[in-house]
């Protein structure tokens, strides 16, 4: 008999929970996140991490992964541009998931399912070459040297990500901080994908899809200048 595999130990950085969250935000937890989850990403509920069943979950359509999508502006946006679409969003912080399925409520989208943790877990369960489009916008940017490594633009995190995406897959990256964007550079191409540049406007403009994010509004009156970053996984 095989034994189910052994929980890995991962670091979390971070917070969980903030402020105290409003009484409809509480009701749209209780009520709503369990029908958005998008299976058994959990150890404790998928012990022996079998795959996400997707074509089940979202009828056969191109899947996209938004990593720590905030207070889920962009993922909503998203989800109403592209309605044959099928997105996963992950975000620990339990606020913005509690702020994300607000929006899902007045928007009235069916095409998004919600993971509040980890994405490495999610990581774990996501069939090989299933997602055809990725989002990080304006991540943690944990701009102190010695804590670097707890970005997500490091192996722990490209290395699985890179395993789950299909040939041709995009990966966009938004971030208003200088070094990130070194690492981002450094880092990703060494993961299988090519960075889509030929002049500035290619990282200076945002996407023709773009929707500004409360992050970016407060990096623009901070006066930090965002970057757009688009690879293609080779």
């Not at 979950?57 to 938004?66: A, T």
């Not at 109403?80 to 620990?92: F, K, L």
């Not at 299909?166 to 990703?188: C, H, M, N, S, W």
């Amino acid at each position: 008999m095989n034994n189910p595999p052994t929980r890995p130990h991962r670091n979390f950085y971070g917070r969980r929970k903030g402020k105290h969250l409003r009484d409809s935000q509480e009701a749209y937890l209780e009520q709503d996140l369990a029908g958005l989850s998008p299976g058994a990403v959990d150890w404790e509920a998928n012990p022996d991490r079998r795959p996400l069943d997707l074509p089940a979950l979202f009828g056969g359509r191109d899947v996209w992964l938004e990593i720590g999508f905030g207070g889920g502006e962009h993922m909503v946006h998203q989800a109403v541009q592209n309605p044959d679409t099928g997105i996963i969003g992950c975000e620990p912080y339990i606020n913005g998931v509690a702020m994300l399925l607000g929006k899902i409520r007045r928007a009235g989208v069916e095409n998004l399912r919600v993971h509040p943790g980890d994405v490495r877990d999610l990581f774990d369960v996501l069939p090989e070459s299933s997602v055809s489009r990725a989002f990080l916008l304006y991540p943690d940017p944990w701009p102190k040297a010695r804590h670097h490594r707890r970005r997500f633009v490091t192996p722990e995190h490209l290395e699985p990500l890179a395993r789950v995406m299909k040939p041709g897959a995009i990966f966009r990256v938004a971030t208003d901080i200088p070094d990130y964007v070194r690492q981002t550079l450094q880092e990703v191409p060494r993961h299988g994908f090519d960075w889509l540049a030929e002049g500035p406007c290619d990282w200076r403009a945002p996407w023709a899809d773009w929707i500004p994010t409360r992050y970016e509004q407060k990096a623009l009156r901070e006066g930090r200048t965002p970057h757009y970053l688009t690879f293609v996984k080779n």
